[in-house]
């Protein structure tokens, strides 16, 4: 049975958490297999609003397999506080929630060193969550990594003691002024590991080719956004994963010919959170607009997402690097009420008007190229089917499908399960 994945094509908070839970019912696994608690993906079901960090977004359903897999980063410690935050609701989580043996533990000392390296970097900074992501994958592909599975041998603590005391060393070399009292994080992450010791850890790519072979199916799902790729993103202001299609393969030991669907999630315009370029961003009403009626706000930092238009020329790259199959599109109630919608469909560049995404995306002469169209004026909240969607913002709809050649299968007008249109 095919694996399929769902993945944000911009630069994350495109509400990836929203539709894995409205797509659970139609699969037996959902598997997160890259980032780590940087993400914050928000449900709303039944008046109530949950935010995940690291549990894949399939957890409130019954009957169903969790997995953080292989290429997941995991503080114990947000993972335990969202596992009381949702145990109301998810009645026996130690039978659906999974973890690979092989993922990578987040230390206490990850997150400090974190926050060293963005304090040096002063106005340069990646704008990071803090959550001891870069630091990790660091350790990671430095072959020096905690992983989950080293919490099964005896000999743990002195593992953990010998990398920390690394990480204490590095920290005092960045030379910068930093709060804080490690016996009080140790403490913390310390009894965290008990709780997570509760969780099952699995050989997950085992785990997934077992289930593979028993026709079950499985939603692998992404973390971030495209453009905030390692690889493929603007970089240096990315994230320390393969957040694009690719990374499900090693994040979770699929093989490339197992996936058959890409979703690839988007909003109706672009925003991002943290530092780095953004050709099409708004410093007018417009972009107030957004940020005030699509409430953009971070959901693990609140810190408040650069809001803009649509971007054509990155979304097209993301679809292809992605290789997307459907599309979805969210937030499209936020633009009700738009005199005129814009969309970047090329760049001017050096003079030369261009369609693919240069180099360096922060180039002073990048402008973007807009095409204009017509707004609309109907709150779509309370619309229930695709057919009774406003004849402009079908224009909309109708113009991205035929420029990126991949039908948009969702249109998305609201935060809850309930206000999802299919087409
Ligand atoms: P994720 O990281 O991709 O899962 O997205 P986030 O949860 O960080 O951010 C998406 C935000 O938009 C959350 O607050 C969602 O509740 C909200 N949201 C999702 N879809 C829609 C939609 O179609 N309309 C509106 N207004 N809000 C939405
Ligand atoms: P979800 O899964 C939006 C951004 C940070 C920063 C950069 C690097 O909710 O879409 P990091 O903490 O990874 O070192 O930060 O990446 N970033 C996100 N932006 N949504 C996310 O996740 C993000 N995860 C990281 O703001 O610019
Ligand atoms: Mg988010």
């Not at 001891?132 to 992983?147: H, L």
């Not at 692998?220 to 994963?241: H, M």
């Not at 609140?302 to 292809?320: H, M, N, Q, S």
Request: contains cysteine.
């Amino acid at each position: 049975m095919a694996v399929d994945l769902l993945l944000g094509l911009q630069w994350g908070d495109e509400g990836k958490g929203k539709i894995v839970d409205v797509l659970t019912s139609k699969y037996d696994i959902i598997a997160r297999f890259q980032g780590g608690p940087n993400a914050g993906h928000t449900l709303v079901f039944n008046d109530k609003k949950y935010v995940l960090h690291t549990i894949p977004s399939g957890i409130f359903h019954d009957n169903k397999i969790n997995l953080i897999g292989n290429g997941v980063v995991i503080d114990p410690v947000i993972l335990n506080k969202e596992i009381e935050k949702i145990k109301n609701e998810v009645s026996n989580i130690s039978k659906s929630l999974f973890i690979s043996r092989k993922a990578h533990l987040i230390l206490p000392t990850h997150r400090l060193l974190d926050a060293a390296s963005e304090k040096s970097k002063g106005k340069n900074k990646i704008g990071s969550t803090l959550k001891g992501i870069g630091p990790t994958y660091m350790d990671k592909t430095g072959r020096n990594g905690f992983r989950i599975g080293d919490l099964e041998n005896d000999n743990w603590q002195n593992k953990y003691k010998e990398l920390s005391k690394k990480h204490q060393q590095l920290i005092s070399f960045y030379n910068v002024e930093l709060n804080f009292c490690l016996a009080e994080l140790e403490n913390e992450f310390f009894e965290a590991i008990k709780e997570l010791r509760k969780i099952k850890f699995v050989d997950s790519e085992d785990f997934l080719f077992k289930y593979q072979e028993e026709n079950k199916s499985i939603l692998a799902e992404g973390a971030q956004g495209s453009l905030l790729d390692i690889d493929f993103g603007t970089y240096p202001f990315v994230t320390s994963s393969n957040t694009t299609a690719a990374g499900a393969c090693t994040g979770l030991g699929v093989s490339p010919n197992s996936i058959k669907d890409v979703f690839g999630i988007f909003k109706a315009y672009t925003t991002r959170v943290g530092s780095g370029p953004f050709p099409t961003e708004l410093f007018d009403n417009y972009g107030e607009r957004m940020s005030k009626v699509g409430q953009e706000f971070g959901a693990t930092t609140g810190r408040p997402r650069r809001c803009g238009w649509l971007d054509l020329v990155a979304l097209k790259y993301a679809c292809r690097i992605n290789g997307v199959t459907k599309l979805m599109m969210m937030k499209t109630d936020v633009l009700s009420g738009f005199d005129k919608i814009l969309v970047c469909t090329k760049y001017k560049y050096k003079g030369e008007i261009i369609n693919n995404l240069p180099y360096d995306l922060s180039d002073e002469t990048l402008e973007p190229i807009y095409e204009e169209f017509k707004g609309w004026s109907e709150n779509l909240r309370n619309l229930r089917n695709s057919d009774m969607l406003p004849e402009n913002l079908n224009n909309y709809i109708n113009f991205l499908e035929k420029k990126l050649n991949i039908p948009i299968v969702i249109v998305s007008v609201g935060p809850d399960r309930k206000e999802t249109l299919f087409r």
